[in-house]
């Protein structure tokens, strides 16, 4: 199925708009040698199975430290076969709700014929419809929790989530995989496991989840 024209125009608009935040934030970025350091080590890693989780409170910064390290990593970057995506919660109209997020994400990935054959053989097999994927957050999830898992060997994708908490609804997970290749590298960030943001909490629920694999 073809995105219509207005659909693809949304998807443009979004990535402009991403990027657009990426360079304003990656702009005040200052310091913080040890925590580049970390992630980047992270990211070339061939041994990890969970997502890299940051979490630290409102206003301390976040956003800048990701937007740096994304703007390191596509610099890096030179391999065809590497996929960077980022997204920024709650930054731009496709980036408020998960649906509507993982919605363009998807959109994003299957630009590679690659992805996008795992998720039409997914989507057949068990006989769904891809319009009908894209406006079910539960159904759109499974579909990129199966493209993780089956993600080829022979390529990387690197996947930023900034923000979590700024959803206005709960985005329940549903989407990461239990166990994560090590060709895919998830770096999320979130508020801290504190009481005064027990309503937007995101850091239990993901270490609860891979605390199996810790």
């Known amino acids: 199925a073809r995105l219509n024209r207005e659909q693809e125009d949304k ?77 920024f919660v709650g930054t731009s109209e496709l980036s408020n709700n998960p649906l509507n997020l993982y919605k363009s994400l998807y959109t994003e990935l ?14 057949q097999e068990n006989e769904l419809e891809e319009d009908k994927v894209l406006s079910d957050l539960k159904e759109l999830s499974k579909v990129i929790a199966n ?35 090590n060709n895919v590298k998830v770096i999320i960030s979130t508020l801290p496991d504190k009481k005064e943001y027990e309503n937007i909490q995101y850091l239990p629920k993901l270490k609860q989840k891979y605390s199996k694999n810790e």
């Open 110 to 123: 299957i630009e590679d014929e690659i992805l996008k054959k795992i998720c039409v053989e997914y989507i």
């Open 11 to 87: 998807n443009d608009i979004e990535k402009e708009q991403q990027k657009v935040f990426l360079d304003e934030k990656a702009k005040i970025f200052v310091g913080r040698e040890e925590f580049l350091s970390k992630i980047s080590n992270f990211i070339k890693s061939d041994e990890t199975t969970t997502p890299l989780v940051i979490h630290a409170d409102s206003g301390s910064g976040k956003s800048a430290l990701m937007a740096k390290v994304i703007q390191d990593t596509i610099k890096d970057s030179i391999d065809d076969n590497v996929t960077i995506a980022y997204r």
């Open 147 to 181: 493209l993780l898992e089956n993600y080829p060997e022979d390529k990387k994708l690197i996947l930023f989530v900034d923000a979590l908490d700024q959803f206005m609804i709960n985005d329940p997970l549903d989407w990461l995989p239990r166990v994560i290749v």
